[in-house]
């Protein structure tokens, strides 16, 4: 990052993306019950967490999507210069393409004010994206060529150049199609955890995290054009679209945000020095077939911004990632290692596309329930043999989580997903508890019991229910399912009147935006040349 954003400390939303300008079931099993190095159960662990501490968990929701045209197609469109300026506003930005906007909460002790705020973002970019829709699934709409897919504009300034090559450099490294895949990125932090403990609760998220893939994954299918000239396994559905019978979340497998480079990563999560060792080599040791790319084509315009296996780091893929707001001119991997872990970025959420913004609350109290099991539970340090194990898990449940005995990995042994997925719920249920307790009602339970009846009944499920609705409504067309769905929902939030306070608010934030970028480019002076190499000088990473 650039500049730091202005946000309360541990409760950020906004996701750093290195150059980015911040501104402002079956049988139910019985739950384990192992003890860590504590000598403590997760209820001891439970009951020494206070109210208050509960009572201050923060989350915050970052939501993509691409701009699509009432055909199903990719819209090609500038993003609308009635949202301001993409460099600065905080609320609302664009990820990898022109094309895809993302939407921005603030941070928010509750559920329902996270969602009430998302709700009122996506009123305001409907008033200006005219009669194109957003477009409510994680895999992307018909797609044109891959070098005729956008990539996102900031501007004259350095750090908007910056943006704008690092995207190119993603498009040269595994091209654009894969970067319009969109997603949620689910943003928590709580009071009192410190760097351990966080990643305690990381090891034990990438171990569990099929069960999010299962129960809320919502792209079996793709549009064809996705794939064109590329190898695959997904099986014909109808002219046009293709699909895993019993995938979950082609999104999180092989098709979505994978690569050969980055799989011979084995980023351990035993601690804060180890991730960041294993981090600072991929960003600073050249690749060569990155290295054949170059930094600038024989014209003299930028390919990427660094020939290293990583250009920045937020090119590492992963299920989940601990985060930090950062300072001006600092590098993120810097404020992790200065100052430590304030939150973690779920990054595994597939849009809903029956969700008019993509999420619903039960599904983030499920998540907040989760995340908390995933902290409280014991976790024990992970293995380079486990890390290859559980991307295999991932695979398997991403492609076929819902098939009948599908098993999965856990330790010497294999174990039904949904067994596995069932413990897991159970050994939740005193969480949701304490959590109904603390909010009144039954609200975290009644999450629970949805995660049952799915893994009891997988057709139940998102994704199972996105290939039903195709087959019964559409003829199987996956473009014509999600065209149809953008369209209703875009009509609802139409008839949606955006109050007045909110409207003045957005209006603001964008009218303020495009004046920051504007004496933003005013006051660069430095080439970008040397912007470049200073940014990415190793001194950045905190060595």
Not at 99 to 125: A, D, M
Not at 136 to 147: K, T
Not at 154 to 169: D, F, H, L
Not at 238 to 252: E, F, I, N, Q
Request: aromatic share 6%.
């Amino acid at each position: 990052m650039i500049r730091a954003q202005p946000m309360a400390p541990a409760k950020p939303t906004r996701r750093a993306d290195g150059v980015k300008r911040a501104s402002r079931a079956s049988a139910t099993v019985a739950p384990q019950r192992s003890t860590g190095r504590d000598g403590l159960s997760l209820e001891e662990r439970l009951r020494a967490l206070s109210d208050e501490r509960l009572a201050g968990m923060r989350r915050g929701i970052e939501k993509e999507s691409l701009r699509a045209q009432p055909d199903g197609k990719l819209a090609l469109t500038p993003h609308p210069a009635a949202l301001g300026s993409a460099l600065e506003n905080p609320r609302i930005t664009t990820d990898f393409s022109e094309s895809q906007v993302e939407l921005i909460t603030g941070v928010h002790g509750g559920v329902e004010s996270c969602l009430q705020e998302l709700t009122e973002i996506h009123q305001f970019v409907m008033q200006a994206i005219g009669d194109e829709m957003l477009w409510v699934a994680s895999m992307p709409c018909g797609l044109p060529s891959d070098e005729n897919i956008p990539i996102g504009r900031y501007g004259t300034s350095n750090v908007g150049r910056a943006k704008s090559v690092y995207r190119m450099g993603l498009g040269h490294r595994y091209g654009r199609r894969m970067q319009t895949i969109s997603g949620i990125h689910y943003n928590w932090s709580m009071p009192g955890i410190d760097n351990e403990q966080y990643f305690a609760l990381i090891r034990n998220f990438r171990r569990h995290s099929f069960l999010l893939l299962f129960l809320f994954g919502a792209s079996p299918a793709v549009c064809s054009s996705f794939v064109d000239g590329r190898s695959h396994e997904l099986q014909l559905l109808a002219p046009g679209t293709l699909h895993m019978p019993w995938g979950t979340s082609l999104r999180m497998g092989r098709l979505g945000y994978q690569s050969d480079a980055q799989a011979a990563l084995a980023v351990s999560y035993n601690s804060l020095d180890g991730y960041a060792a294993s981090l600072q080599d991929a960003l600073t040791k050249p690749y060569p077939p990155y290295e054949k790319i170059g930094i600038r084509n024989p014209g003299g315009d930028y390919n990427q911004l660094a020939t290293t296996l990583l250009q920045i780091e937020n090119e590492f893929y992963g299920t989940i990632r601990p985060k930090r707001v950062i300072r001006t001119g600092e590098r993120p991997l810097h404020a992790l290692r200065e100052r430590g872990v304030e939150y973690v970025e779920v990054r595994c959420m597939d849009l809903d596309p029956f969700v008019p913004v993509g999420i619903e609350a039960q599904t983030m109290r499920f998540i907040d329930v989760f995340l908390l099991h995933c902290l409280l539970a014991d976790s024990p340090p992970d293995t380079p043999e486990e890390i290859v194990a559980l991307a295999r898990n991932q695979q398997r449940t991403a492609a076929r989580g819902r098939e009948p005995g599908m098993k999965l990995e856990r330790g010497a042994a294999e174990v039904a997903l949904v067994d596995w997925g069932a413990e897991i719920v159970e050994a939740c249920a005193p969480i949701a508890a304490r959590l109904d307790r603390l909010a009144g009602g039954d609200a975290h339970a009644q999450a629970l019991r949805s995660a049952r009846e799915r893994l009891a009944e997988p057709a139940t499920t998102p994704s199972a229910r996105v290939l039903a609705t195709m087959l019964q409504d559409f003829r199987g067309s996956f473009v014509e399912f999600g065209r149809a769905q953008s369209q209703q929902i875009k009509e609802g939030f139409v008839r949606m009147p955006l109050a007045a306070d909110a409207q003045a608010r957005l209006s603001e934030l964008a009218r303020r935006s495009v004046e920051d970028q504007e004496r933003l480019e005013a006051a660069d002076t430095l080439p970008f040349e040397i912007f470049r190499q200073q940014y990415l000088d190793i001194r950045g990473l905190g060595v």
